[in-house]
Nanobody
């Protein structure tokens, strides 16, 4: 059974930082594109970042580029998202995901977790 469990969300002031982590089981990161998307209330899913299976490149949404960093953890099936210089518009539920395609950037995924809330106050 595939499971993705996110952690690390919380409430932070604008300009602050948070580090999200995702622990996966039931599938191997090496065989999937892995990343994060977010969804704010009343809004559609938004891709945040993804590591490609084809060439291990990392992609970021323009809205987070230069502020967020996606990385693999020391343990093989851990995925981290370091978020710096947070803005109120970053407020959303953040989900990690796995997809058999290579970062198609279409907000459609094979697997995703339950999400973790990130709230940035102004």
């Amino acid at each position: 059974e595939v499971q993705l469990v996110e952690s690390g969300g919380g409430l932070v002031q604008a300009g602050g930082s948070l580090k999200l982590s995702c622990a996966a089981s039931g599938f191997t990161f090496d065989d999937y594109a892995i990343g994060w998307f977010r969804q704010a209330p009343g809004k559609e899913r938004e891709e945040v970042s993804c590591i490609s299976t084809s060439d291990s490149s990392t992609y970021y949404a323009d809205s987070v580029k230069g502020r967020f960093t996606l990385s693999r953890g020391n343990t093989r099936n851990i995925l981290n998202l370091q978020m710096n210089s947070l803005k109120p518009e970053d407020t959303a539920v953040y989900y990690c995901y796995g997809d058999s395609r290579s970062c198609p950037w279409d907000t459609i995924y094979d697997y995703w977790g339950q999400g973790t809330q990130v709230t940035v106050s102004s």
